[in-house]
């Protein structure tokens, strides 16, 4: 499977204040996909990521409070603006396995761990 | 009705016992399902990918019933370090968006 990094690992941040979270992968996929974890909760899928097009926002997703760039098949970011405590979460990217599209399985990044103030 | 539903556990089972658990989805049409382990405040790890006609790992088999739109995975001989939360996940479009369940807790107990 690919190997997935992202960047920061963790952060605290005041709000009102934004946050872009890096997601490289060791190769080039097709589908990027970022999805949020919220304390005790399931992960729910924010957007997904194709290079060279907008992203596709899931329901009740925005582009304005989580734009998102995916520059070429190996990166992507988010971006979490004028962040509330309610943003505090686990963000993570996941990409398809390169090899194995077909059967659509996602692999994940180790996510990263935002507390808003 | 949510689109995937997991009974939440948490399941306790005695070490080297069998524990079985399923996930029901709401679309007929979902095509790949699978089952992720999350340990605690870590990624989701895939565990296994459910085929039509059922697959087994090791000690997890993995069971798919189309008819009751739902699927299984059982543990057998259960270990210590199989405490964790299972993620059953079904592709919902082409795209292979993924929905998540919620998640089941299983605590293996010596």
């Known amino acids: 499977s690919a190997v997935i990094s992202q960047k920061p690992s963790r952060d605290i941040c005041q709000r009102g204040t934004s946050l872009t979270i890096q997601c490289q992968v060791d190769s080039q996929v097709t589908m990027m996909f970022w999805y949020r974890q919220q304390p005790g909760q399931s992960l729910t899928l924010i957007a997904t990521a194709n290079q060279g097009s907008e992203a596709t926002y899931e329901s009740g997703f925005v582009i304005d409070k989580f734009p998102i760039s995916r520059p070429n098949l190996t990166f992507s970011t988010l971006t979490v603006s004028n962040m509330s405590p309610e943003d505090s979460s686990i963000y993570l990217c996941s990409v398809e396995d390169p090899l194995r599209t077909s059967y659509n399985e996602q692999f994940f990044g180790p996510g990263t761990r935002l507390t808003v103030l | 009705r949510k689109e995937v539903e997991q009974d939440p556990g948490p399941f306790n089972v005695p070490e080297g016992a069998t524990v079985a658990f399923n996930c029901t989805y709401s679309n007929s049409a979902s095509q790949s399902f699978f089952w992720y382990r999350q340990d605690c405040r870590k990624e989701p790890k895939l565990l296994m990918s459910?085929?039509?006609s059922g697959n087994e790992d090791g000690r997890f088999t993995a069971q798919l019933n189309r008819a009751s739109q739902y699927i299984s995975l059982l543990i057998r001989d259960s270990k210590l370090s199989d405490s964790a939360t299972y993620l059953c996940?079904?592709?919902?479009?082409?795209?292979?968006?993924?929905?998540f369940g919620a998640g089941t807790q299983v605590v293996v107990t010596p």
């Open positions: 996940a079904v592709v919902t479009d082409s795209w292979g968006k993924l929905q």
């Open positions: 459910v085929y039509s």
